[in-house]
């Protein structure tokens, strides 16, 4: 986008485009899905509501963010989980009986975490 109008100059900002791979990669690498970085013996994190297993989306790993980001997160590794039940009627989902689709819903997990200590291979 070379000739971006004037009047939308101002909110112009920097993108990354993510370098991806095939497979999995390291329990400490960035990734869409996988496996997550778990301490040895943490429970896989699970919905307050329905209690069912959250769903792994997203890993990054802040410490090889690209250099204009690195330390504006901290560091360590950030996680992101979700919820995504509906039970076999349909009745019953998640994301729209809390409100899923909302910033602070609790169907959403996420956390920072800094991966010191032995990881369980899940």
């Not at 920097?14 to 496996?35: N, Q, R, V, Y």
């Not at 039970?87 to 994301?95: F, M």
Request: charged share 20%.
């Amino acid at each position: 986008m070379t000739n971006i109008p004037s009047e939308i100059q101002p909110y112009k900002r920097h993108a990354w485009k993510p370098i991806t791979i095939e497979g999995d990669g390291d329990l400490t690498a960035s990734k869409f899905a996988g496996k997550p970085w778990l301490g040895k013996n943490e429970e896989w994190p699970k919905c307050p509501h329905c209690q069912n297993p959250l769903e792994f989306f997203v890993q990054l790993n802040l410490n090889q963010l690209p250099e204009s980001l690195q330390n504006k997160f901290g560091s360590g590794i950030l996680q992101m989980f979700y919820c995504t039940y509906m039970n076999v009627y349909g009745d019953e989902v998640c994301e729209v009986d809390y409100q899923g689709g909302e910033a602070f819903s609790d169907i959403h997990f996420f956390r920072i975490i800094q991966p010191e200590a032995e990881a369980q291979d899940v």
